[in-house]
């Protein structure tokens, strides 16, 4: 098994290198300098000063002028994990989890936040080992770090909390025993800087993007194959048409799809309208716009991955312990909001080009039945495409705009960064649903278009499609057919 090497710089490629080779990581040689070189500059600064620092020999957040006797040290870091694991409503996905381990170790490789080597290397372990630690959606108000969140993916380091190993839930304490580990006593600053971090924002950050980035695409494609199903002209695709307004996403949209329709029969055909429907002629401004919303969302997140972000931050060099807010969620908790409005746009377009297929226009039957009336055909297929879009333009409504008061006044303004992850995430859950429908749509409506074939680019996706879901020539049971689509778009590359 490969074994991927933390150092300077992580990326979202390498990321899902890691993750869809099942990959070991481990500390290079560098990193666990810099590890070293911050602990036991930690260390001897303690020993040499009795200046307040926060969080090491003060209390925290609106208790940070109550000094800690330098015995308590390790005890207030203990208190401090166990204290902040108050996480409630649904388990975050395992993958997440894994991602925020990845990300929490990655951003303490630098050495600024005063951790110990053995504290990182336990951390691995939990990745390497497949340990998931059991975390909780909600809880965390993007601004102290993700407080909540990473205390419950830390507590298993003290053999508390609970884990996910090998197909069973367990306590922190029991994955100890079984993997005969000596829980660990945390040093001075350790459970701050477990604690204080973007990783939860991080980890769906990188999730949602790789997912955006896939979709988009994927909207795109079932994009195309409604153009040709609903017998819209090609035209709107032209490259002159956007050499004069060269939104980058937009050119590529348009791109994509003529490509996509490339040897279609059905565009040989004479078409009849003059003009097409917004949702047919103006995918590449509406999916374009998408694209680079995307693309600016992917540089944040970039960034993010690469940064540290508890408190306070360690400078050896500089001979310097300073106080800041690296661990605000604002950049990306506006991020999440914009990237949501983005993909519930993406599914907000799907939804209209599925409702002109159904409208029985263009020749083709009233809800894609084969015998309308004695058959229902698709339509209730888009109510349920409708209701899934008017939830996204709920969860699209900005969670950063939002501020709430919290230890009593210190932390006054909060970027509520992981609610706008964890509902952005739901819009691409939707995003997916509705995809699926428009999918049915498209391939039901080319079926009617026989003898006549789109491309051969997309008759392979269909064909392929077709073992999922296969024609509906009478009703039938939809529901199966919705999940099976989500199936087949999870798997999308392998086509």
């Known amino acids: 098994m490969n074994t991927f090497q933390i150092s300077d710089e992580l990326d979202i490629a390498s990321i899902q290198s890691i993750f869809s080779n099942n990959m070991r990581i481990a500390l290079s040689a560098q990193a666990k300098k810099r590890i070293e070189k911050g602990r036991k500059y930690l260390d001897n600064k303690l020993l040499s000063s009795t200046t307040p620092v926060y969080g090491i020999n003060t209390g925290l957040g609106s208790l940070r002028n109550i000094a800690i006797d330098k015995n308590s040290y390790s005890k207030l870091q203990t208190n401090a994990l166990r204290s902040h694991a108050c996480g409630a409503g649904s388990e975050v996905p395992a993958e997440i989890v894994r991602l925020m381990l990845l990300l929490k170790i990655q951003s303490l490789s630098y050495g600024n936040s005063g951790v110990g080597a053995d504290t ?58 079984e993997m005969k580990w000596t829980p660990l006593r945390l040093k001075a600053k350790e459970g701050l800087a477990l604690l204080n971090g973007t990783q939860f924002m991080g980890a769906y950050g990188v999730w949602l993007v790789i997912q955006a980035q896939k979709l988009s695409s994927i909207a795109d494609t079932i994009g195309a194959m409604s153009v040709d199903g609903f017998g819209a002209k090609l035209e709107p695709f032209n490259s002159l048409i956007h050499r004069l307004r060269p939104h ?46 995307i693309k600016h969302v992917a540089n944040i997140i970039s960034v993010e991955i690469n940064s540290v972000t508890d408190n306070p931050l360690i400078f050896p060099g500089e001979d310097k312990i300073l106080s800041g807010g690296n661990f605000h969620g604002h950049p990306l908790a506006m991020a999440f909001d914009y990237l949501g409005i ?152 392998r086509w």
Not at 146 to 171: F, M, N, Q, T, Y
Not at 264 to 280: A, E, I
């Open 342 to 493: 983005a993909l519930a746009n993406l599914g907000n377009i799907s939804e209209r080009r599925t409702f002109q297929l159904l409208s029985g226009q263009r020749n083709l039957p009233a809800f894609l039945a084969k015998e309308p009336g004695l058959n229902t055909g698709l339509m209730i297929l888009q109510y349920t495409g409708a209701s899934v879009v008017s939830q996204n333009k709920q969860y699209a409504t900005p969670a950063s705009a939002d501020s709430i008061v919290s230890s009593n006044g210190q932390e006054d303004y909060v970027s509520m960064g992981a609610n706008a992850a964890v509902k952005c995430h739901r819009i691409v859950q939707n995003l997916k649903t509705i995809l699926s429908i428009e999918l049915i749509a498209a391939t039901q409506a080319l079926q009617f278009r026989k003898p006549l074939k789109t491309s051969p680019m997309l008759q392979n996706i269909i064909d392929n499609f077709r073992k999922s879901v296969p024609f509906i020539d009478h009703d039938r049971y939809f529901s199966a057919d919705i999940q099976a689509g989500i199936r087949f778009l999870e798997d999308w590359n």
């Open 248 to 293: 980058p996403g937009q050119a590529k949209s348009a791109k994509f799809i003529s490509d996509c329709l490339k040897g279609s029969g059905l565009q040989k055909q004479k078409k009849q309208d003059v003009q097409d429907p917004y949702s047919f002629r103006c995918i590449p401004q509406v999916h374009g716009a998408a694209r680079d919303v």
């Open 120 to 177: 990182v290397e336990r951390l691995i372990d939990f990745f390497n080992q497949g340990v998931i630690p059991v975390v909780f959606e909600q809880g965390s108000l993007g601004a102290s770090g993700d407080l909540a969140p990473l205390a419950h993916l830390c507590l298993p380091l003290i053999a508390e909390g609970e884990v996910l190993h090998k197909g069973k839930r367990k306590s922190g304490a029991l994955l100890h025993k």
